[in-house]
């Protein structure tokens, strides 16, 4: 059964974002599909509803501040607020240069949306927050790993990590969570263009080789969205299969 809580999850409209919106729907919550493509979006929404879920679309580009507005005017309208999962970044194709060679344009717009994007969505989301609320970034282990050719993204996602933390210190009190998941190379269609050579790093060096899925990872999520984590914040989580250890 729905209960009357929302969770929002930018850049459900299909792969990981879309493999979230459907625990945390089956977790009970309404979910709101928060998603640049509007046919992506649309099409992710009505799926989850096929399902029996509680699943509401609201086109949102992270990236414009005007768009995240517009989102949390729409998530006012559907009641209190309970979660935010900042899904939405470029992953496509976005690697293979050395640092020196990422053209600035590119450089800005990747930043705008996987760096800017999630602090945006909070800064919007946060009047809207009742308290207990829960707060799931998803960063990414090449922050972690420092993986080459990958410069900007690698930076976006350490961005990623360092805001979890400050706005884990400011919200504690407030009683809000904030926490970072760091997947691995995980097979959705994000990463069909990541070459070859990076699939087989992967391989090679998780203690658990087989390939990492979507359903890897929404457990965890599932968990610091519950109350069973209401102790636990500031945390940046790595799920990849041991490719790094703390």
Request: with cysteine.
């Amino acid at each position: 059964m729905t209960d009357d809580r929302t969770v929002v999850i930018t850049g459900a409209g299909r792969g990981l974002g879309l493999a979230m919106a459907r625990r945390v729907g089956a977790d009970g919550f309404r979910v709101v599909v928060a998603e640049v493509d509007e046919a992506r979006g649309a099409e992710a929404a009505a799926e989850l509803r096929t399902e029996g879920l509680d699943a509401h679309f609201v086109r949102c580009d992270v990236a414009d501040p005007a768009s995240v507005e517009e989102l949390a005017r729409a998530v006012a309208d559907l009641g209190p607020l309970y979660g935010l999962v900042n899904s939405a970044a470029l992953a496509n194709g976005v690697g293979g240069k050395e640092f020196q060679d990422i053209d600035v344009e590119v450089w800005d717009r990747l930043m705008a949306v996987n760096a800017r994007g999630p602090w945006l969505v909070a800064k919007a989301l946060h009047p809207l927050f009742r308290t207990p609320g829960r707060i799931v970034n998803i960063a990414s282990d090449a922050a972690l790993y420092g993986s080459p050719r990958l410069a900007h993204y690698v930076a976006s996602k350490g961005a990623v990590i360092a805001l979890t933390r400050a706005m884990a210190r400011e919200l504690g009190e407030k009683g809000v969570t904030v926490n970072a998941v760091a997947p691995g190379l995980t097979e959705v269609e994000a990463t069909e263009t990541v070459p070859a050579e990076r699939h087989a790093l992967y391989r090679d060096n998780r203690a658990i080789s087989r390939p990492q899925q979507p359903d890897d990872l929404v457990g965890l999520v599932s968990f610091l969205l519950s109350e069973e984590s209401r102790y636990l914040t500031g945390q940046v989580i790595a799920v990849n299969g041991g490719f790094t250890m703390n």
